[in-house]
């Protein structure tokens, strides 16, 4: 927040200038969004990378280690890069010889709804799955 060396400022002050500059550093829309620019005719285009990736996942009492399976959407539109980030299916770690197969099932099913919508819209991208 820009306020002149020892002014006081207020929560307001700070508030307002932060909703003016929010959409410079926070990307407000998902892919769905972009599915409906699409079929309102804006040309998108979406390059999608997969990973799994362990992490902890914290509950009231206590905590897991789990494998989640994520995608990437690095969607151009309007000549600007704008990355989707979404988690498709988890297993727990200990687990994972036993339900990564499940796991990577669902991801994959998950991902392909994605991919009808994205054809449906005329969206460009490429087809990746989980292996």
Request: net charge negative.
């Amino acid at each position: 927040m820009e306020v002149p060396d020892g002014q006081p400022f207020s929560l307001e002050d700070m508030l307002a200038q932060f909703e003016k500059k929010r959409d410079d550093f926070v990307n407000t829309l998902i892919l769905e969004d972009y599915t409906h620019i699409a079929k309102d005719g804006d040309e998108i285009a979406i390059q999608v990378s997969v990973e799994k990736f362990p992490a902890v996942e914290n509950f009231a009492n206590h905590r897991e280690k789990r494998l989640f399976f994520a995608a990437n959407f690095n969607v151009d539109y309007l000549g600007e890069t704008h990355i989707c980030h979404r988690c498709f299916s988890c297993c727990i770690a200990d687990r994972e010889r036993e339900d990564a197969q499940t796991a990577t099932e669902l991801a994959n099913r998950r991902l392909a709804a994605i991919y009808t919508s994205f054809d449906q819209a005329g969206i460009g991208y490429n087809r990746t799955f989980f292996e």
